[in-house]
C-alpha cells in the first residue's frame, strides 16, 4: 500500500478514534491533540502495520500508549523532589502557633486528658495513635470494627472538649 493510499485509510478511522480520544481525556482540545498525534505515530510507522490485521486495533492501541504516555509525563512534571537537607531546620523561626491553647498545654496535661475519657475510649484510641490499624486495633481488643472506629471517634471529640481552654 502507498503512503498516499495509507493516509486516506488512516483518515478514514479518525471519528472512531476522536470517539476514544474523548473518552480519554474529556477534553475536546487534548483529544484532538491525541488524535493528531495517533494519526503521525501510525503513519511514521507504517512499516510496522502488518496487512491483513485489524488497523483499527492497531490505532487504539497507539492513541492509548500515547494517553498513558502523556499522562506519566505529567505526573513526573508535577511530582516535587526535595532534597534539602536538615529539614528539620525549615520549621524553626519565631512564629508562634496560631492555636495559644495548644501552645500552652504540657504533654502532663496531654496524659491527663487521655487518662480522664476511661480505658474504654482511651486504649483504641491511643493504639490508633500509635499507628495500629482500625482492624488491627478490633482484632487486638476483640471487638467489632464498627464499635473500634466509633469508640475513636468519641475518644477525639471528648479529648477536644477536655483540651480546649
Same mark, same amino acid.
Given at each position: 500500500?502507498?503512503?498516499?493510499?495509507?493516509?486516506?485509510?488512516?483518515?478514514?478511522?479518525?471519528?472512531?478514534?476522536?470517539?476514544?480520544?474523548?473518552?480519554?481525556?474529556?477534553?475536546?482540545?487534548?483529544?484532538?491533540?491525541?488524535? /493528531?498525534? *495517533?494519526? #503521525?505515530?501510525?503513519?511514521?510507522?507504517?512499516?510496522?502495520?502488518?496487512? @491483513? %490485521?485489524?488497523? $483499527?486495533?492497531?490505532?487504539?492501541?497507539?492513541?492509548k500508549n500515547s494517553f498513558i504516555t502523556q499522562y506519566?509525563?505529567?505526573?513526573? /512534571?508535577? *511530582?516535587? #523532589?526535595?532534597?534539602?537537607?536538615?529539614?528539620?531546620?525549615?520549621?524553626? @523561626? %519565631?512564629?508562634? $502557633?496560631?492555636?495559644?491553647?495548644?501552645?500552652?498545654?504540657?504533654?502532663?496535661?496531654?496524659?491527663?486528658?487521655?487518662?480522664s475519657i476511661g480505658e474504654r475510649y482511651s486504649v483504641?484510641?491511643?493504639?490508633?495513635?500509635?499507628?495500629?490499624?482500625?482492624?488491627?486495633?478490633?482484632?487486638r481488643l476483640q471487638l467489632p470494627l464498627g464499635t473500634?472506629?466509633?469508640?475513636?471517634?468519641?475518644?477525639?471529640?471528648?479529648?477536644?472538649?477536655?483540651?480546649?481552654?
Open positions: 500500500m502507498s503512503e498516499q493510499e495509507f493516509g486516506s485509510v488512516l483518515a478514514s478511522h479518525s471519528r472512531p478514534l476522536m470517539g476514544f480520544a474523548m473518552k480519554l481525556t474529556k477534553d475536546y482540545d487534548d483529544a484532538n491533540d491525541l488524535l /493528531q498525534e *495517533t494519526l #503521525i505515530k501510525a503513519y511514521r510507522n507504517q512499516g510496522k502495520f502488518q496487512m @491483513g %490485521t485489524n488497523l $483499527s486495533a492497531w490505532l487504539h492501541t497507539i492513541m506519566q509525563r505529567m505526573v513526573r /512534571q508535577k *511530582t516535587f #523532589i526535595d532534597t534539602t537537607e536538615d529539614l528539620h531546620h525549615l520549621n524553626i @523561626g %519565631t512564629r508562634r $502557633s496560631p492555636d495559644d491553647a495548644i501552645a500552652k498545654m504540657s504533654l502532663e496535661d496531654l496524659q491527663n486528658a487521655v487518662e483504641p484510641f491511643m493504639m490508633y495513635f500509635r499507628g495500629f490499624k482500625y482492624l488491627e486495633i478490633a482484632d473500634v472506629k466509633n469508640r475513636i471517634h468519641l475518644a477525639r471529640k471528648m479529648l477536644q472538649d477536655r483540651v480546649s481552654y
